[in-house]
């Protein structure tokens, strides 16, 4: 059993940044960061292995993202900077055996926290 906990969200001005962070607790999985707005589907932003590698999904994010992981403290980080209003969403934190774009692909997740970005 894995639990994860997400934080750093909030609200910011358009070209702002926001640095987000995901604590998991138990043994060490490859983690993700989705998100999702309202009325739409969740979707994937990127992720790391346990080994540390990383891949990115929205071509639009990954200039604009930096994602680390701390493997001694398994955190991984998700530094956004130059955020846009289609940013707006609420921000998931996965956990699976193998890095995925589906959702379905994690079977640990957290409670999310939520990043508005205003014009």
């Known amino acids: 059993q894995v639990l994860l906990v997400e934080s750093g969200g909030g609200s910011v001005q358009a070209g702002g940044s926001l640095r987000l962070s995901c604590a998991a607790s138990g043994r060490t999985f490859s983690m993700a960061w989705f998100r999702q707005a309202p009325g739409k589907e969740r979707e994937f932003v990127g992720g790391v292995t346990w080994s540390g590698g990383a891949v990115y999904n929205l071509e639009d994010l990954k200039g604009r993202l930096t994602m680390s992981r701390d493997t001694a403290k398994n955190t991984l980080y998700l530094q956004m900077t130059s955020l846009k209003p289609d940013d707006t969403a609420v921000y998931y934190c996965?956990?699976?055996?193998?890095?995925?774009?589906?959702?379905?692909?994690?079977?640990?997740w957290g409670q999310g926290t939520q990043v508005t970005v205003s014009s």
């Open positions: 996965a956990a699976g055996e193998a890095l995925g774009r589906g959702a379905d692909e994690y079977a640990f």
